[in-house]
């Protein structure tokens, strides 16, 4: 939860970062009212007709072969569509994020600077100019920052975000703008401190997450009722990535599962978004049967990541049959990510098992095998490094990390910190006891641990001590004691050189600011 990844995490997101979620359930009324709407010759370039419609809505629906084959027709029909060229970097984007392969991302990113020459030179007196500009460049921006090519995602960003400015001031009245402005306040107004922030800050780009927030609200509750209900899902599909993994927000499962229920259950899009947003929240249950219960067959485009979100899912239960996902994520994922964080994962299932031979194995693959583009799997490298962690401290993490907190509980309740033997241990201890006892609403106990967590692990390297402020202050916060929720977000901002830091330094600032307000 404390990673900061800049994309969805597809991750939807670890940056989510983990973007783009969209099916068209009115495409009978949209080519007659979209059109009505404006003026016939205001889009003499740019025909949004029910052909690109259905390549859209098979993109959202990560059908990407049927959405080749509109586009292959509209080429035949209209080659002079520059809807054509957003339709193919969709395309294009959705292949990354599925596949998450570092030799797909090399041999695609040449297509953006030919796809906006044909769009730049075309009907400037369309809305749909600028806007499927500022697309591109914002859909390219967050796969070159899947790929740590921070500068090129800081310039695609100011470039977007200034041709959406311009967009929004030539046409006021285009909805879709606040679309992009809104992922782009949002990720800004909270994104960790690094070589992307600094570089946008010579741009005076920074942001505003509450704006961001504003826009997709306003969005989501008003697209329906409109002309634009065709970009509804795509809308729904940034909000939830925003709520879950940039704001962190404890709203971000009521929302999601309440602005998807209108998607349509072919999508494998939805299947994905719901899921993730469920694991991320403690809905496994509900996880597992959206999984269970996920579209398949050769039409859809192969997505390895969700065989490993269901090994995680049953994990989280302390089901060990989970190694069958994520054996399957091994064998079938040609992407880049997640490789050292599954092979940690099918080492605790050996700890569990207690088979230890088998645990050095997957460790040693941990360590050696895959890459460190995310920050799941450096967090993997890191604990792989580390001595084996106790069994009953793993089940609580794991436990929580489900939503299975009574069970959580119980793993901890025999034991007390003096019974470990290692100052991270010990740690580990007060902060799973402080996570659990804080989502069940028992805040004094909760505080209790947290402080301890701090007063244990305040110069240690790990994360325990520094999120433990971190949630000390939201404690706080909403027992509306200004005060002390200062205090404890200034702890965790002020503890250095842990894991996690920028994520959980973010948040507290995030903290400070709403105290502010």
């Known amino acids: 939860m404390f990673k900061y990844e800049f994309k969805w995490p597809l991750n939807l997101g670890n940056l989510i970062r983990k973007y783009n979620s969209l099916m068209i359930k009115s495409l009978r009324l949209i080519p007659v009212f979209f059109l009505l709407s404006l003026p016939l010759s205001l889009f003499a370039n740019f025909d949004f007709n029910a052909n690109c419609l259905n390549a859209y809505k ?27 060229p957003l339709l193919e970097n969709y395309v294009d984007y959705f292949t990354l994020i599925t596949s998450e392969s570092k030799a797909d991302f090399d041999r ?44 090129n995602a800081a310039m695609e960003i100011r470039k977007a975000n200034n041709q959406l400015l311009e967009n929004n001031k030539k046409f006021p009245n285009f909805q879709l703008n606040l679309k992009g402005l809104g992922l782009i306040n949002a990720v800004l ?16 780009i920074k942001g505003n997450l509450q704006s961001g927030l504003n826009m997709f609200e306003k969005l989501a509750d008003n697209l329906p009722k409109s002309t634009y209900d065709p970009f509804y ?59 269970a219960k996920k579209p398949e067959g050769g039409v859809y485009q192969p997505f390895p990541y969700l065989d490993y979100l269901e090994g995680i899912a049953h994990l989280n239960k302390l089901d060990l049959s989970a190694s069958t996902y994520f054996n399957r994520f091994l064998q079938t994922n040609k992407g880049v990510n997640y490789i050292k964080d ?30 460190t583009y995310n920050e799941k799997d450096k967090q993997a490298q890191n604990e792989a490094s580390t001595p084996a962690p106790p069994t009953d401290l793993l089940k609580a993490r794991l436990l929580f990390d489900g939503g299975y907190l009574s069970k959580a509980l119980q793993t901890l309740v025999d034991n007390k910190a003096s019974d470990f033997a290692t100052d991270k241990d010990k740690t580990e201890y007060n902060y799973r006891l402080g996570r ?23 110069n240690l390297k790990y994360y325990f001590a520094s999120n433990a402020a971190l949630q000390m202050g939201r404690v706080y916060e909403k027992r509306k004691n200004t005060a002390k929720a200062r205090e404890a977000f200034n702890i965790a901002i002020a503890m250095k050189n842990h894991e996690y830091e920028s994520s959980i330094e973010s948040q507290a600032k995030a903290g400070l600011r709403r105290l502010a307000n």
């Open 58 to 84: 098979s993109i959202f629906e990560l059908k990407l072969g049927n959405a080749k084959a509109y586009i292959a027709t509209e080429k035949k029909l209209r080659p002079n569509n520059s809807i054509i």
């Open 108 to 151: 695609l990113k040449g297509n953006k600077s030919a796809r906006l020459d044909k769009i730049s030179d075309d009907d400037e007196k369309s809305p749909y100019c600028l806007y499927a500009q500022a697309e591109i460049n914002l859909q390219w921006a967050l796969i070159h920052g899947r790929y740590g090519e921070y500068f």
């Open 189 to 204: 107004g909270n994104l960790p401190d690094g070589a992307l922030k600094s570089t946008l800050a010579t741009f005076g």
């Open 233 to 291: 899902e795509e809308v729904v599909f940034y909000y939830a990535y925003v709520l879950t993994d940039v704001a962190h927000s404890p709203s971000a499962y009521a929302k999601t599962m309440k602005y998807t229920e209108r998607i349509a259950d072919t999508s494998l899009l939805k299947s994905y978004l719901q899921s993730y947003v469920c694991i991320k929240n403690g809905h496994n249950d509900e996880a597992i049967n959206i999984l």
């Open 342 to 371: 599954t092979n940690l994962h099918l080492g605790w299932i050996s700890l569990l098992k207690g088979d230890k031979s088998a645990y050095s194995a997957y460790i040693s693959k941990a360590i050696n095998s895959g890459y």
């Open 436 to 458: 659990i006892y804080d989502d069940l609403g028992k805040d004094d106990l909760a505080l209790t641990s947290y402080q301890a967590t701090i007063n244990q692990g305040k």
